[in-house]
């Protein structure tokens, strides 16, 4: 009989989370701090790392705060060899980073071509840096690690746009191109380093409940087949598991944490 014990649990791991500090972010950094690992919150929120840095201390788990821009691409690289040499080899790289323009969320009609270079640039193109830079420093440390970005059900199907209906809200054209991308790249990311046990797997989280318009949840559940939106916790236990080595034969796979909503 083969020993099944433990196989969740990330003890032992150093876990780094891109955007630790967010709605997504915030919720891996905690379950992987709980389920064993070390865990390294990389953001550019110091305010809010003070609570989240309390309540770890709290726990007394291993949880610690980098300020970390991963849209300064030409930074990445070296500042993540010096994580690294800070705390450790890297078994799991969590990309949960939002990053966006001041600006964001122009309908299509407003857009510039300003705003879809800046918004390119700092989601879609620190996605794939970070990811190579990742990749490569696991590659030569030879840790079999895992590299887990954020996609979303918009990086696999377009918007329904009537969930919007008799709300202020509307989708974003950007950020269906962007979590395309990011979704595909993963991808190539597990072909390319495959060979070197490093698995590259993308969460697609559905819609995440935050006190949006509840017009727009009404009809966001009804579509949905599990009728509610998501939670937090809902996405941070699928990157827990990806993780980890109960997933080690799983790579470029896109995990839909939707509620069945690209199902239907
Ligand atoms: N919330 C949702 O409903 C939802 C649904 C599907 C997909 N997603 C995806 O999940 C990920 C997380 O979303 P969220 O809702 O937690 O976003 P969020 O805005 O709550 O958190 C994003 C985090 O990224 C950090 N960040 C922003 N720019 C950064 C930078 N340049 N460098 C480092 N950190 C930076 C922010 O400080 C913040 O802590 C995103 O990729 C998002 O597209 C979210």
Known sequence: ??????????????????????????????AAAANGAKVVVLDVDNDKSKAVLKWAGKHKYRLYYEY????????????LKRLVKEYGPMHALVNASYPRSRDWARPLEKMTVAYLRENVDKHLNSYLWLGRCA???MQKARVKGSIINFGSIYGVVAN??????GTPMSGELTYCAIKGGVVNLTRYLASYFGKDGIRANCICPGGIFDRQNPRFVKNYE?????????IPQDVAHAAV???????????????????????V
């Not at 032992?12 to 972010?25: M, R």
């Not at 970390?68 to 500042?79: N, Q, T």
């Not at 329904?160 to 209906?165: G, M, R």
């Open 135 to 137: 990749a490569l420093l």
């Open 68 to 79: 970390f821009d991963a849209a300064d691409l030409d930074a990445c690289e070296l500042s």
């Open 241 to 263: 598991f990806l993780a980890g080595d109960a997933s080690s034969y799983i790579t470029g796979e896109v995990l839909m944490v939707d509620g069945g909503w690209t199902a």
């Open 1 to 30: 009989m083969k020993n099944h014990d433990g196989m969740f649990s990330l003890k032992g791991k150093n876990v780094f989370v891109v955007g630790g500090l967010g709605l997504l972010g915030l919720a891996v950094s905690q």
């Open 160 to 165: 329904d746009l009537s969930v919007y209906e």
């Open 222 to 230: 009804r579509k949905t087949p599990l009728k509610r939106m998501g």
